[in-house]
């Protein structure tokens, strides 16, 4: 068992000092020519919004135009539009009682729900919760989702994903746990809650697992490894029930030395994958080729989200919101 405290020493390591205040900046690096069709080769990456603490769980609402995202270490939830920039949409975010605490108390990634709700994993709270308001009056009303296993309390939610068949999967590592948190589960794990609410442990061997995402045709799950020593995403298939049975290496990036860890991701219609990781977002296909990179400069990659069209690219970065208009 890891104790909080040296989890949340290996999620800091992200951080990365900007003296001199330059603003990132990204270059692709085209591995194969199938990236050609994805990413045109003079797209460029853009700051489109600066001055947070820890950005992380971009969602794209396309109904309101609007790009959702946490800034973890704030406690709080911005919106982004083209038109007003950014906005404080939810505060508090992820911690809602009086009490002070310390570590990574913020929301992380968030998730439109069946019914059209916001699902935020709440760090601070050890819960997935959902706002009880609509998209358009947001309000820090919130309502559990699910907030334990067998009886005991969740680390700290941080991923989630929702499946055709209804089944909401989502992972638990232990980077939100403040030190002097109890933690009444002796692992990080990736689980499974079915339509009506029962929540099973599908894996317990990731040692921290982050990214959670399925490929389009719900066959094959994939979880990313945010361990500093295991730099790796992992395929699971998908059976019936919508458990997981046999599992592989879909990419294993340890050798990496470039800054950063495999964190968040998100998966376009076609298949493709843009995951976050060390130097920037790794592009792969869904068998797991490695199409290219886009390499960032002064800031870390953390997560992303694809516009419905998957022209567009987000990225959470540290302090800064990047924008890439890929073709």
């Known amino acids: 068992m890891k104790k ?3 989890t949340l020493f290996a999620f800091a390591i992200l951080y990365s000092a900007n003296a001199q205040n330059i603003k990132p900046t990204g270059t692709i690096e085209f591995l194969s020519k199938d990236l050609a069709r994805i990413i045109q080769k003079n797209a460029t990456v853009e700051v489109i919004a600066e001055g947070f603490e820890f950005t992380e769980g971009p969602l794209w609402v396309d109904k309101e135009k609007m790009l959702l ?3 973890i270490p704030a ?6 539009t083209e038109g007003n ?3 404080v949409y939810l505060k508090p975010g992820g911690y809602t ?6 570590g990574f108390m913020g929301s992380n990634g968030l998730l439109l729900s069946p019914g059209g709700n916001l699902w935020i994993c709440q760090h601070g709270d050890r819960r997935i919760a959902e706002m009880d308001a609509t998209l358009q009056t947001p309000d820090e009303t919130y309502r559990t989702v699910v907030d334990s296993f067998d009886g005991k309390k969740l680390n700290s939610p941080n991923d989630l994903i929702l499946s055709k068949a209804g089944n909401l999967y989502f992972t638990d590592p232990s980077y939100g746990l403040a030190s002097d948190s109890k933690k009444e589960i002796d692992f990080q794990g990736v689980y499974m809650m079915s339509p009506t609410g029962k929540v099973t442990m599908l894996l317990d061997s990731i040692d921290q697992p982050n990214g959670i995402a399925i490929f389009p045709n719900q066959k094959t799950l994939l979880v990313s490894n945010s361990d500093p020593v295991k730099k790796k995403w992992y395929a699971y298939d998908l059976a019936k029930d919508g458990s997981v049975t046999s599992g592989k290496v879909f990419h294993d990036a340890s050798d990496a030395s470039e800054p950063g860890l495999c964190d968040g ?3 376009d219609k076609k298949g493709n994958v843009f995951a976050s990781g060390p130097g920037g977002i790794w592009i792969f296909n869904q068998s797991g080729d490695l199409l290219g990179k886009i390499k960032l400069e002064g800031a870390t990659a953390a997560n992303c989200a694809l516009s419905p069209d998957g022209k567009t690219l987000y990225i959470t970065a540290e302090q800064y919101l990047l924008r890439m208009k890929m073709r």
Do not use: V
């Open 69 to 71: 995202f946490s800034d």
């Open 85 to 87: 920039g950014k906005e």
């Open 4 to 6: 909080p405290i040296l």
């Open 75 to 80: 406690n709080t939830i911005y919106k982004w």
């Open 265 to 267: 991701f998100k998966i």
């Open 97 to 102: 009682e009086a009490k002070e605490r310390g």
